[in-house]
């Protein structure tokens, strides 16, 4: 066999290798955006759910004549500012990730000062409706938590895929770019935490 023929057939063998590998990492890349994406979506669930919960909560706690205009104010802008917010999975970068924090973080402060004030109102804490919508935005913000933990898992496998050699080589030639994580400004995570353990009719 002349020599010719045989860098051919190995050359040959080396871009099939090269191109099957590119294919299996090609695969390997969408599926693991994808379960990136997937979790971002249940992330934004999550935080829809607590601000379907708020005009109802809002409603209850206006039963209260001389409860604080400003703080109820305050809940019911920051929840129609971040339902403005909105971020396709297909668009998840830096900035826009930071803008529905913002947003999200405002509605945590404001929430958590309506129901530190609503401790002030012995009413309110026996009254069976807000008992109970207290409890559920309780179990929302759990929801959130791990929504947010687990999308951040998922990111920081995806990140690190990509940026492994040689799979970052396949990476680039892709498009397959890094996803932000999901940074919760300091003390934003407790804002939530400090009202939901005081005591009915106190």
Known sequence: MKRSTIILIILGLFIA???MNGC??????????????KEWQNVEAAYQLRLDKIP??????????DFEKSTLEAVINA???????????????EQSMKEYQAAQN??????GRLLVVAEQYPTLQT????????AEISETENMIKKARTDYNELTGTYNTSVQKFPRNIW???FGFEK?????????AEKAPKVEFDFKDGK
């Open 24 to 37: 299996s990492t090609y695969n390997s890349l969408v599926e693991s955006r994808e379960q990136v994406r």
């Open 171 to 173: 990476a680039g030639i």
């Open 56 to 65: 109802n909560l809002v409603a209850t706690v206006q039963g209260q004549a």
């Open 106 to 111: 405002n509605v945590s402060s404001a929430l």
């Open 17 to 19: 290798f090269a191109g």
């Open 79 to 93: 929840r129609a500012s971040a339902t403005q917010v909105k971020i396709s999975p297909e668009n998840l970068n």
């Open 179 to 187: 996803m932000p994580y999901f940074e919760a400004d300091a003390g």
């Open 127 to 134: 009254n069976g409706g807000f008992t109970e919508l207290r």
